[in-house]
T-cell receptor, first 114, second 117 residues
Framework: SQKIEQNSEALNIQEGKTATLTCNYT??????LQWYRQDPGRGPVFLLL?????KEKRKERLKVTFDTTLKQSLFHITASQPADSATYLC?????????????FGSGTQLTVLP | DTGVSQNPRHKITKRGQNVTFRCDPI?????LYWYRQTLGQGPEFLTY????????KSRLLSDRFSAERPKGSFSTLEIQRTEQGDSAMYLC???????????????FGAGSRLTVL
């Protein structure tokens, strides 16, 4: 069966460092991989997506990589700030024409310490 | 309004009562989704609408759950005879606009948190 795992339940890093979050999957061939940010008591907010044929995507301090051989995506936040503290969710998108098939990971809680 | 609006934000109810949540999506989005999220987990798909038509329902959506989108605009999710296991965050999301072709990027509301005592 399809499985998606995000690294460690919680990640604490010092302000200014680079945070790296991992999303691994099995038994799946997504066309896209999406990353969302979720603050406590709020809904997820879309950040970035990367296509299956892209190796890397950047947006400001965010960088996402996608390795379909390893079945893994890495999400990096450079020069991290306390305001980056949140839960980050990855989602596998099969390009089925409907978000019904989106599969979300359980998220990684990031805390950036001042 | 440029976002997805959900009401109420919080609902506490006793087991056996009925509850209804409302979602107002982004007006130009024709697809509307309901998800459920429990603590420490990612959102799980419940059902979705294309305009007013309910096109798919998850196995998670038991007979006690019903969703409507009568005029293809706002949607309601009703849970009848609530059980403690229904306690969760109920998220509404709409889809449309500037996604890359074929990608399913969602705009979520803030959610409605249900606590069943």
């Amino acid at each position: 069966s399809q499985k998606i795992e995000q690294n460690s339940e919680a990640l604490n890093i010092q302000e200014g460092k680079t945070a790296t979050l991992t999303c691994n999957y099995t038994n799946y061939s997504p066309a896209y991989l999406q990353w969302y940010r979720q603050d406590p008591g709020r809904g997820p907010v879309f950040l970035l997506l990367i296509r299956e044929n892209e190796k890397e995507k950047r947006k400001e301090r965010l960088k996402v990589t996608f390795d379909t051989t390893l079945k893994q995506s890495l999400f990096h936040i450079t020069a991290s700030q306390p305001a980056d503290s949140a839960t980050y969710l990855c989602a596998l998108d099969p390009r089925s024409g409907s978000a019904r098939q989106l599969t979300f990971g359980s998220g990684t809680q990031l805390t950036v310490l001042p | 309004d440029t976002g997805v609006s959900q009401n109420p934000r919080h609902k506490i109810t006793k087991r056996g009562q009925n509850v209804t949540f409302r979602c107002d999506p982004i007006s130009e989005h024709n697809r509307l989704y309901w998800y459920r999220q429990t603590l420490g987990q990612g959102p799980e798909f419940l059902t979705y609408f294309q305009n007013e038509a309910q096109l798919e329902k998850s196995r998670l959506l038991s007979d006690r759950f019903s969703a409507e989108r009568p005029k293809g605009s706002f949607s309601t999710l009703e849970i009848q005879r609530t059980e403690q296991g229904d306690s969760a965050m109920y998220l509404c999301a709409s889809q449309g606009g500037l996604s890359p072709p074929g990608a399913n990027v969602l705009t979520f509301g803030a959610g409605s948190r249900l606590t069943v005592l």
